[in-house]
């Protein structure tokens, strides 16, 4: 397996892999990015008028990130199916994959009930006309179609608008279709296969210069953000808020650090350290698909083989939506209590199966969870609409919590496929998360 053989250690001066030459220099590029953050919030707090004029900053980044999904999604799976001479392996892969997060997703919806109706945090709040609008505003962006439409709209046009079209699952689709192939090519295959490996270093190499960006769109973001809202916005509804970070906490440390432990015998925290970066990131961007390229080196780095991590890496990000799961159905709580049209048990167990339906696809894009949340009710409750205009204000920081949750599960169920299905080096794995092998972000790559 290539990515589960222990990497020899780096030649002396390669920058990023700790050797005694020149240091890694990229802990300055988060620590500017944290600098950001706080130089966007008090910009925010002191300056309301400027500081959402640098909203664009925030919204530039995040799209230039945006711009290498497709490249990344598309030469990780193809490296992944094609290395593998059985395509059974794939397809064993694939479905324990699918098999589990319709179980955690089913789960994170379950807690996000039950808590949502242990705080009830919708009761005593009133609608303004604004909010009404506001509402209004959300659900016609978010009004999805049927089943049928979204499976339908997998299928892109051509082969070469799957990359230019920015939707993950039709990339996801044609990068299967190629893998497949090249597998079924045999030798003759392999030269493709040398090919895309190169265009693959050569797309993490652009990620790597674009990530010095980071400091410039955390600071956009935040500015605007809380430039937008203040800080009176949120004093009314930080009950939702607190309880929707405090669930997310709890889901990721006990539920998801309990199955790590038991079946990878990885502590959660050791694997959340290791991937400290990547949170910060997500934090400043609201987006844990700003940090999808890096979680695929880092998985394949930390010792999980390629299948396993070019399949179950950008499956999880359309269908292993842990965090907004838990928002969809906490949030819907809110908005039919705060509506003063409490949803009965009946109603909660139909709107968590079509939620469940209705949060697949909306792969960790800022707003999806909203537009989602927006569209499901739309379509299942419409009375209830007008009142996602309550959470509005606060969405982008409810949007963080989603981001990190989801985030967090994709990384431990790569982890957990990569053991029940033996493609992990569980050396290597306690060397990468003691710190013994760094990973290399002048390349973002696990090989050296």
């Known amino acids: 397996m290539t990515a589960s053989t222990v990497a020899a250690p780096s030649p002396p001066g390669r920058e990023g892999t700790g050797g005694t030459g020149r240091r890694d220099r990229t802990h300055f590029l988060y620590l500017a990015v944290i600098a950001a953050v706080v130089a966007g919030v008090v910009l925010g707090l002191a300056a309301p008028g400027v500081a959402v004029e640098f909203k664009p900053l925030g919204t530039g980044f995040v799209n230039l990130i945006k711009m290498m999904i497709s490249p990344v999604v598309f030469c990780t799976i193809v490296l992944g199916i094609g290395s593998v001479r059985k395509a059974a392996k794939v397809g064993a892969v694939g479905g324990l994959a699918l098999g589990y997060f319709?179980?955690?997703?089913?789960?994170?919806?379950?807690?996000?009930?039950?808590?949502?109706?242990?705080?009830?945090?919708?009761?005593?709040?009133?609608?303004t006309e604004a909010a009404r609008h506001a509402g209004e505003a959300q659900a016609k962006g978010g009004t999805g179609g049927s089943t049928a439409d979204f499976l339908?709209?997998?299928?892109?046009?051509?082969?070469?608008?799957?990359f230019t079209g920015g939707q993950v699952l039709q990339t996801l689709l044609v990068a299967l279709l190629a893998g497949f192939a090249l597998q079924a090519m045999g030798p003759a295959g392999e030269p493709v296969l040398r090919g895309i490996g190169h265009l693959q270093k050569l797309v993490f190499r652009i990620l790597a210069m674009v990530m010095w960006a980071a400091p410039v769109g955390a600071f956009g973001a935040m500015a605007a953000v809380v430039g937008a809202t203040g800080v009176d916005a949120l004093k009314s509804l930080a009950v939702i808020m607190i309880g929707f970070y405090v669930t997310c906490v709890l889901f990721v440390v006990v539920v998801l650090g309990t199955l790590l432990r038991l079946v990878a015998k990885v502590n959660i925290f050791a694997l959340l350290k290791?991937?400290?970066?990547?949170?910060?990131?997500?934090?400043?961007?609201?987006?844990?698909?700003?940090?999808?390229?890096?979680?695929?080196?880092?998985?394949?780095?930390?010792?999980?083989?390629?299948?396993?991590?070019?399949?179950?890496?950008?499956?999880?990000?359309?269908?292993?939506l842990d965090g907004t799961a838990i928002y969809l159905t906490m949030a819907s709580l809110f908005v039919a209590e705060a509506m003063g049209q409490p949803l009965s048990v009946g109603q909660q167990v139909s709107l968590l199966l079509f939620m469940m339906v209705a949060s697949k696809g909306a792969a960790g894009v800022t707003g999806a969870g909203l537009a989602t949340l927006a569209g499901g009710l739309q379509s299942h409750r419409p009375e209830l609409v007008d009142g996602v205009g309550l959470i509005v204000g606060i969405d982008r920081f409810m949007s963080e919590a989603r981001a990190l949750t989801n985030f967090a599960g994709n990384a431990v169920a790569t982890v957990l496929v990569g053991t029940w299905t033996k493609e992990t080096d569980p050396e290597r794995m306690r060397e990468v998360l003691a710190g013994r092998l760094p990973f290399d972000e002048a390349t973002l790559s696990a090989d050296h």
């Open 152 to 162: 339908l709209g997998m299928i892109p046009t051509t082969m070469v608008s799957a």
């Open 274 to 320: 290791y991937l400290g970066r990547e949170f910060l990131l997500i934090l400043s961007t609201s987006s844990s698909e700003s940090a999808l390229p890096r979680l695929i080196a880092k998985m394949e780095h930390l010792g999980v083989s390629k299948p396993v991590v070019g399949i179950t890496v950008p499956t999880g990000y359309s269908f292993n």
């Open 102 to 127: 319709l179980l955690m997703s089913t789960v994170a919806l379950a807690i996000g009930l039950l808590v949502g109706n242990i705080l009830e945090p919708g009761s005593g709040l009133h609608l």
